[in-house]
């Protein structure tokens, strides 16, 4: 299945089929399984072979189909699903880290990923260095002896600043430090982060994997030797795994993910081309627009301008609100990545707890719209975009 193109692998890969050889992979919704014996009940304590199980916060077959087919398309070797994307950045990052280690983190981060590092990590002794993140020269000045990781969102949220994984990468391993990377923005489409370095990869699959407004989900993705022996072991004792109907969800999703991305893609390209220089707009972020200050390191790293986009109105907050309470189509939520285009007003929504000096200093202004955009036909969502600019 490695060999097979992307579409074919998130169609067919890691499909397990019982006795029945069931089409539709099936859903193992039990919390428990039964040995024969009790000799085998004990073996399976001290090691459990190739689809052979437990209890369901260890690990379910439904899970484990939906945790092969995302290591496929990541590029790695294995996978642990998660309750959610937030479970996934925890236990990424936590598992990984004790009192006296040094993390090194770009500050362009959602808000909870943020409360991560600032409150909980440093709650329990880690030390937490915050760098800006496209600035290579700050990543290298911020490395001790200490460093044991550096975490990142490869395209952050919501300002689109792109980071390169591959020359973080680099800095990072020099010091015997993990990279482990958000890359929600970027989609495991686009993604060839563990290609250019990354050691871990960590993503909300509540987002494009599901991308349908369902279920909750989250996935770490790395090495075999880091997943089931550093983060296994803390996810399955702290309860952080995913179910097996949500995993069931997912792999439903990923059979359809690269043609949903794709569409999503040609639909922010279209906003961003009618928009960009409106005269109701301070600015237009989107990577896939030449004047974006890391277009190049853009299309090397991911291929393609993504399903995002930032609009910055004149007027602030007023003028944001104005404009989405104008929009037919796009629907105001705080999700992204969905098959619907949802709006959302960061700054008092999703990093509505940071202080404005920080808001400020992420670059996140009152006037900032963020934009998911879905896969409904991109002539409607142009028209539908300059109609709620109009009102502005």
Not at 108 to 136: H, K, M, P, Q, W
Not at 263 to 282: F, R
Request: charged residues 20%.
């Amino acid at each position: 299945m490695t060999e097979h193109g992307t579409r074919t692998k998130l169609v067919h890969g890691g499909t397990k089929r019982s006795q029945w050889n069931e089409v539709s992979e099936a859903i193992f919704l039990t919390q428990g399984f039964v040995y024969d014996t009790a000799e085998q009940a004990e073996a399976r304590f001290l090691e459990t072979g190739p689809d052979e199980y437990i209890y369901a916060r260890y690990g379910n077959p439904t899970v484990a189909m939906f945790e092969e087919r995302m290591a496929l398309l990541e590029g790695a070797e294995d996978g642990f699903a998660c309750a959610s994307g937030m479970a996934a950045v925890n236990g990424a990052l936590t598992s990984l880290l004790k009192a006296g280690d040094h993390v090194v983190s770009a500050k362009a981060l959602f808000g909870s990923c943020l409360y991560i590092l600032e409150e909980v990590l440093t709650r329990y002794g880690v030390d937490v260095t915050f760098v800006d993140g496209a600035n290579l020269d700050e990543w290298r000045a911020a490395m001790r002896p200490t460093t044991k990781a550096v975490f990142f969102e490869s395209m952050s949220n919501p300002t689109l600043e792109v980071i390169d994984v591959a020359g973080v990468s680099e800095i990072a391993h020099s010091v015997g430090a993990k990279v482990v990377v958000d890359n929600v923005f970027s989609t495991p489409v686009y993604s060839n982060a563990i290609r250019q370095g990354a050691d871990v990869v960590v993503y909300s699959t509540t987002k494009h994997v599901d991308g349908q407004g369902r279920c909750l989900g989250g996935v770490i993705l790395g090495s075999k030797e880091h997943i089931r022996g550093v983060v296994e072991p803390y996810m399955k004792h702290t309860g952080g795994s995913l179910s097996p109907f949500n995993a069931w969800v997912m792999l439903k999703g990923l059979e359809t993910i690269a043609l949903r991305v794709r569409a999503q893609t040609e639909g922010a390209l279209a906003i961003a081309e009618a928009t960009d220089g409106h005269e109701k707009l301070e600015r237009l972020i989107y990577p896939g627009l030449k004047n974006h200050p890391q277009h190049d390191l853009v299309m090397r790293q991911l291929g393609a301008g993504g399903t995002m986009l930032s609009l910055v109105l004149k007027g602030g907050k007023d003028a944001a609100f104005r404009f989405l309470n104008a929009l037919e189509i796009a629907i105001i939520s705080n999700n992204l990545g969905d098959a619907k285009s949802i709006v959302t007003h960061p700054a008092t929504t999703t990093h509505q707890r940071l202080s404005d000096e920080q808001r400020a200093d992420l670059g996140i202004s009152d006037g900032l719209v963020r934009f998911s955009v879905g896969i409904e036909d991109p002539k409607d969502l142009v028209a539908d975009v300059m109609q709620a600019l109009d009102k502005v």
